[in-house]
């Protein structure tokens, strides 16, 4: 990669790299919408926040991320209530 006059490493590809994340993140949700329709009828706007906030980390601000955690969290103790209720 050629540097330039001060002598940082330029980035030729970030919109690549933009979509390769942007892929990644939208198979890593698929199989919560998968979960949310059949066995544990969630939802939907828990996944749908969690998605949107992981693709604005991806694209917007990193910062977005914290909700994202917070969506996934939140999203998995709904998941294991619904699991304890439908056990007991």
């Known amino acids: 990669m050629p540097d330039t006059a001060d002598g940082a490493r330029m980035n030729w590809r970030p919109l690549?790299?933009?979509?390769v994340r942007t892929a990644l993140v939208v198979l890593a949700m698929a199989p919560v919408f998968?979960?949310?329709s059949y066995?544990?009828?969630?939802?939907?706007l828990l996944p749908?926040?969690?998605l949107k906030f992981a693709?604005?980390?991806?694209?917007?601000?990193?910062?977005?991320g914290w909700?994202?955690?917070?969506?996934s969290v939140l999203l998995a103790v709904q998941m294991t209530v619904l699991g304890m209720s439908d056990a007991a």
């Not at 066995?39 to 939907?44: M, N, Q, S």
């Open 39 to 44: 066995p544990a009828e969630l939802d939907l």
């Open 34 to 36: 998968a979960l949310a």
């Open 67 to 71: 909700v994202g955690i917070g969506g």
């Open 16 to 19: 690549g790299r933009a979509l």
């Open 55 to 64: 693709l604005a980390t991806v694209w917007l601000v990193p910062l977005s």
């Open 48 to 50: 749908l926040i969690a």
